[in-house]
């Protein structure tokens, strides 16, 4: 027996109802989760204050500028990596098994454990190239990790540039270096960005990585070579160890609301962006 | 007699095994435009992409045989394709303006040149070629306007204004009126009849109406291999050929 088409389609069309808004569900349950907990905790003291007996009390100023730190190394080192690497994979080499070696190797380094590539980052940076506990550490092994989600996204939006503007920019004696900087890069930019800001927000929220490589020391770091704890690892060591549920809470909040701020900012220069070029 | 532009000579070229060009060879005159037609497949669009080299970019071609541009062979690997492609310019069938203001889909090669660096020559270059592909008139109060706001039929006279500013020496149509109107494929025609004046136009047509209208040569090709060359009117009212008879009389499949 079949069922009624009409029928199907209100059952299908329920059933994929429920199933959005379990998620979006679980996403406002985590939120509201962590904004009830942590939110009353907020206080500029503990935004702009140093970390006071082992985060029991004062604020989680050291952590802030270490994740900004972190963040920002892994940036500046991954983003012309990733988008270099998917700018000579799309354009400046024939599809065949050097560029599926090359993809697979990405794809498999997007697999790897985070503890496996944090223990990787601590023999090889930490160990070998002897920078310590520290933030460069720390921030090279970020930009590993996200280099693959940069590599990827920036290769399908490199893709996703209709290649009529390529033929059209040589048929007019522009030089293809030119044609990529002028046309293709500008074109792609908003695929580009959305990559980078998902990478923003899984090195800002990376613990085990972070853990292995830039130590949790409760200074705040000065220096490239000065270990320091990210949010993620304060939030971490305060609730495994339990020292202060309400502090973690709190942290937990400003992790998240950065990662939104981030998000929001960077939607919006998009926007405008394209604005200018529409 | 005008003079010789292009020099084309045994001209073959492979697609990896398959051959769209088979032993080409076509005199080009300075000031003419030559119509050239045949029906899918013959290796009309081939020929004009292998005349600024845009056949390069196509994986696995190969191509054999000679052609001058002036007397210098184009085919040499040391040809500075670049510069080769802003003397032979090309209008796509698919107009493709860039996503760019109309002035600046203009502009930008030009000042990638670096032949016109202020700001007034510029601009006159850019009124002079609006006005050569007759949509001046249209767009002169909307330059900064996206080029993607204008209509099929601005969009590809906006395509051969964009060619005219790099002020080239040849011009490449690809059939440059097939998805268009009869009113912008009119003024298209009118435009192409005013420019050879000042320079060589090479037009691949579907249409042979068109071909039989606006060009003084014609040559056509059939299977790869060409099949007729001749003065216009000659090859229309008395073919040679029976083939180019029955194409140009509608009888061919």
Same mark, same amino acid.
């Given at each position: 027996? $079949?069922?009624?088409?009409?029928?199907?389609e209100?059952?299908?069309k329920?059933l994929? &109802?429920?199933l959005?808004?379990?998620?979006?569900?679980?996403?406002?349950f985590?939120?509201?989760?962590?904004? %009830?907990?942590?939110?009353p905790?907020?206080?500029?003291?503990?935004?702009?204050?140093?970390?006071?007996?082992?985060g029991? @009390?004062?604020?989680?100023?050291?952590?802030?500028?270490?994740?900004?730190?972190?963040?920002?190394?892994?940036?500046?080192?991954?983003s012309?990596?990733?988008?270099?690497?998917?700018?000579?994979?799309t354009?400046?080499t024939?599809?065949?098994?050097?560029?599926?070696?090359? $993809?697979?190797?990405?794809?498999c380094?997007?697999?790897?454990?985070?503890?496996?590539?944090?223990?990787?980052?601590?023999?090889?940076?930490?160990?070998?190239? *002897?920078?310590? &506990?520290?933030?460069?550490?720390?921030?090279?092994s970020?930009?590993?990790?996200?280099l693959?989600t940069?590599?990827r996204?920036s290769?399908?939006?490199?893709?996703?540039?209709?290649?009529?503007?390529q033929?059209? #920019?040589?048929?007019?004696?522009?030089?293809?270096?030119?044609?990529?900087?002028?046309?293709?890069?500008p #074109?792609?930019?908003?695929?580009i960005?959305?990559?980078? %800001?998902? @990478?923003?927000?899984?090195?800002?929220?990376?613990?085990?990585?972070?853990?292995?490589?830039?130590g949790?020391?409760?200074?705040?770091?000065?220096?490239?070579?000065d270990?320091?704890? @990210?949010m993620a690892v304060?939030?971490y060591?305060?609730a495994?160890?339990?020292?202060s549920?309400p502090?973690?809470?709190g942290?937990?909040?400003?992790?998240?609301? @950065?990662?939104?701020l981030? *998000?929001?900012t960077?939607?919006?220069?998009?926007?405008r962006?394209?604005?200018?070029?529409r | 007699?005008?003079a010789v532009?292009?020099?084309?000579?045994?001209?073959?070229?492979?697609?990896?095994p398959?051959?769209?060009?088979?032993?080409?060879?076509?005199?080009?005159?300075q000031?003419e435009?030559?119509?050239?037609?045949?029906?899918?497949?013959?290796?009309?669009?081939t =020929?004009?992409r292998? +005349?600024?080299?845009?056949?390069?970019l196509v994986?696995?071609?190969?191509?054999?045989?000679?052609? +001058?541009?002036?007397?210098?062979?184009?085919?040499?690997?040391?040809?500075?394709?670049?510069?080769?492609?802003?003397?032979?310019?090309?209008? =796509?069938a698919?107009?493709?303006?860039?996503?760019?203001s109309?002035y600046?889909?203009?502009?930008?090669?030009?000042?990638?040149q670096r032949?016109?660096?202020?700001?007034?020559?510029?601009?006159?270059l850019?009124?002079?070629s609006l006005?050569?592909?007759?949509?001046w008139?249209?767009?002169k109060?909307?330059?900064?306007?996206?080029?993607?706001?204008?209509?099929?039929?601005?969009?590809q006279?906006?395509?051969?204004?964009? /060619?005219?500013a790099?002020?080239p020496?040849?011009?490449?149509l690809?059939?440059?009126?097939s998805?268009?109107?009869?009113?912008? /494929?009119?003024?298209?025609?009118?435009t192409? /009849?005013?420019?050879?004046?000042?320079? /060589?136009?090479?037009?691949?047509?579907?249409?042979?109406?068109?071909?039989?209208?606006c060009?003084?040569?014609v040559a056509?090709l059939?299977?790869?291999?060409?099949?007729?060359?001749?003065v216009?009117?000659?090859?229309?009212?008395?073919p040679k050929?029976k083939?180019?008879d029955d194409y140009?009389?509608g009888r061919?499949?």
């Amino acid at each position: 027996m $079949r069922l009624d088409p009409l029928l199907t389609e209100r059952l299908v069309k329920s059933l994929l &109802w429920c199933l959005t808004g379990l998620t979006i569900f679980v996403l406002i349950f985590i939120i509201t989760f962590i904004s %009830v907990k942590g939110l009353p905790q907020l206080s500029w003291t503990f935004l702009f204050h140093d970390i006071e007996d082992m985060g029991r @009390s004062g604020g989680i100023l050291p952590t802030l500028v270490s994740t900004l730190y972190l963040t920002l190394i892994a940036l500046v080192v991954a983003s012309p990596l990733g988008v270099g690497s998917a700018i000579y994979l799309t354009e400046y080499t024939l599809e065949g098994w050097v560029t599926r070696l090359i $993809r697979f190797g990405a794809e498999c380094l997007a697999g790897v454990p985070s503890i496996i590539l944090g223990l990787f980052g601590f023999v090889l940076f930490v160990i070998k190239l *002897n920078f310590g &506990w520290s933030m460069l550490s720390g921030g090279l092994s970020l930009a590993i990790m996200i280099l693959p989600t940069i590599i990827r996204t920036s290769e399908e939006a490199l893709k996703a540039v209709p290649r009529e503007y390529q033929d059209v #920019c040589f048929s007019l004696g522009i030089s293809k270096w030119q044609t990529i900087t002028r046309v293709v890069l500008p #074109c792609a930019l908003p695929g580009i960005m959305t990559g980078i %800001v998902l @990478s923003i927000g899984r090195a800002i929220g990376e613990t085990a990585v972070v853990l292995f490589t830039a130590g949790a020391s409760l200074r705040t770091p000065t220096s490239l070579f000065d270990s320091g704890r @990210s949010m993620a690892v304060h939030f971490y060591i305060l609730a495994r160890e339990g020292l202060s549920m309400p502090n973690a809470y709190g942290t937990a909040a400003i992790l998240i609301i @950065s990662i939104l701020l981030i *998000n929001i900012t960077a939607y919006t220069l998009m926007t405008r962006f394209l604005q200018k070029y529409r | 007699m005008p003079a010789v532009k292009i020099q084309v000579r045994d001209l073959t070229f492979h697609y990896g095994p398959q051959c769209a060009i088979q032993g080409l060879n076509l005199d080009i005159y300075q000031g003419e435009i030559l119509g050239l037609m045949g029906p899918a497949k013959s290796g009309k669009t081939t =020929f004009l992409r292998v +005349l600024n080299r845009m056949c390069d970019l196509v994986p696995g071609a190969r191509v054999m045989g000679s052609v +001058l541009l002036d007397g210098v062979e184009i085919l040499a690997p040391d040809c500075d394709v670049d510069s080769l492609r802003r003397r032979v310019g090309m209008v =796509f069938a698919k107009p493709v303006p860039l996503p760019r203001s109309i002035y600046e889909n203009l502009a930008f090669a030009p000042r990638l040149q670096r032949q016109h660096q202020h700001r007034q020559e510029l601009d006159e270059l850019v009124e002079n070629s609006l006005k050569a592909a007759q949509l001046w008139e249209e767009v002169k109060d909307r330059l900064q306007d996206s080029a993607l706001k204008l209509s099929g039929g601005q969009q590809q006279r906006l395509c051969l204004a964009r /060619t005219l500013a790099m002020q080239p020496e040849v011009i490449l149509l690809d059939e440059p009126t097939s998805g268009l109107d009869p009113i912008s /494929t009119a003024r298209i025609e009118e435009t192409l /009849t005013e420019l050879k004046k000042d320079f /060589t136009i090479i037009l691949v047509s579907n249409n042979t109406k068109q071909i039989a209208r606006c060009s003084d040569k014609v040559a056509f090709l059939l299977m790869s291999r060409l099949v007729e060359y001749g003065v216009t009117p000659e090859v229309f009212m008395v073919p040679k050929q029976k083939e180019t008879d029955d194409y140009i009389s509608g009888r061919f499949g």
